[in-house]
Every structure is written in structure tokens, then in C-alpha cells.
């Protein structure tokens, strides 16, 4: 999913988010605007995760998600560079 593509369902996304995952707080999601780093690194200190697995724990989150919009991936919305 493109980043533009994402933050034109963000508002259905961040529900969903945290419907899936119990520790995400909507108002800070809120505050990030889409911002997929920001989103990788609030998943990891919440859920006890690596930057790393939580960018892949994303990544496969919105893959599932895609399916609901008849969307087709392009590349990783929540890539992650860290070497954590």
C-alpha cells in the first residue's frame, strides 16, 4: 500500500490498529498523522518488540488489510533501517 493510499483510509486504519493491537492508544496514533516510523516505533515499545518486528508485525497487519480495500501492495509502508 503507498503511503498516499494508506493515509486515505488512515482514519479506518488507526481504528482497526487498535482493535488489533490492545496497547495502541488512538489519540497518540493521532498525533503521528500516518507517520509509518513513528507508528513502528510506538508498536515496538507498547507490544514489547523489536523496531524490527514490528515494522514486520505492520507490514503483515496491512497486508490483511489490503484485502478489504482491493488494493494491491507496493513495496513496505513501514520499512525499517534500524539494526536493533
Known sequence: MT?????AHWPHLMDQLCAQ?????LAVLTRFRG??????RYLAQT???????????????????????????VGS???CNSRY
Open 3 to 7: 503511503m498516499t493510499t494508506s493515509l
Open 21 to 25: 493491537f490492545q496497547h495502541l492508544d
Open 77 to 79: 509502508l513501514f520499512e
Open 35 to 40: 507517520d509509518p516510523q513513528k507508528i513502528t
Open 47 to 73: 507490544h514489547d518488540l523489536t523496531v524490527v518486528e514490528a515494522a514486520e508485525t505492520l507490514d503483515d497487519w496491512l497486508m490483511f488489510q489490503l484485502n478489504d480495500y482491493r488494493l494491491t501492495p
